[in-house]
Nanobody
Framework: QAQLVESGGGAVQAGGSLRLSCAAS????????MGWFRQSPGKEREFVAR??????????YYADSVKGRFTIARDNAKNTVYLQMNSLNPEDTAVYYC????????????????????WGQGTQVTVSS
């Protein structure tokens, strides 16, 4: 069973950058789909980005709202996934969660909460204008 711990959140002004980290322990996640979600008060938890690793290639996918601004990456040797966030705006303010899907299958696009098995505790990102 994987345990996920996020870090790197904080406060930043609009236009600034942050890099979030998600460290996994208990089990390596090289065969997992790793995702980032975020949730603002009163709103549904929404998909941000995901990354998979297969046959030596990295596969990534982003929500339209962050595409071109955010970059997801993973370091399998460190069991860590990152979310580089650039050009932040106040709408990016949320608690950001790292998630892992233990048994990836092509039948799912891994953009919904129910597609994931493990979750981190979340890290707050606040963007001021």
């Amino acid at each position: 069973q994987a345990q996920l711990v996020e870090s790197g959140g904080g406060a930043v002004q609009a236009g600034g950058s942050l890099r979030l980290s998600c460290a996994a322990s208990g089990r390596t996640f090289s065969n997992y789909i790793m995702g980032w979600f975020r949730q603002s008060p009163g709103k549904e938890r929404e998909f941000v980005a995901r990354v998979g690793w297969h046959s030596g290639y990295t596969f990534t996918y982003y929500a339209d709202s962050v595409k071109g601004r955010f970059t997801i990456a993973r370091d399998n040797a460190k069991n860590t996934v990152y979310l580089q966030m650039n050009s932040l705006n106040p709408e990016d303010t949320a608690v950001y969660y790292c998630a892992a899907a233990a048994s990836p299958t092509s039948s799912r696009d891994y953009t919904r909460e129910r597609h994931y098995d493990y979750w981190g505790q979340g890290t707050q990102v606040t963007v001021s204008s």
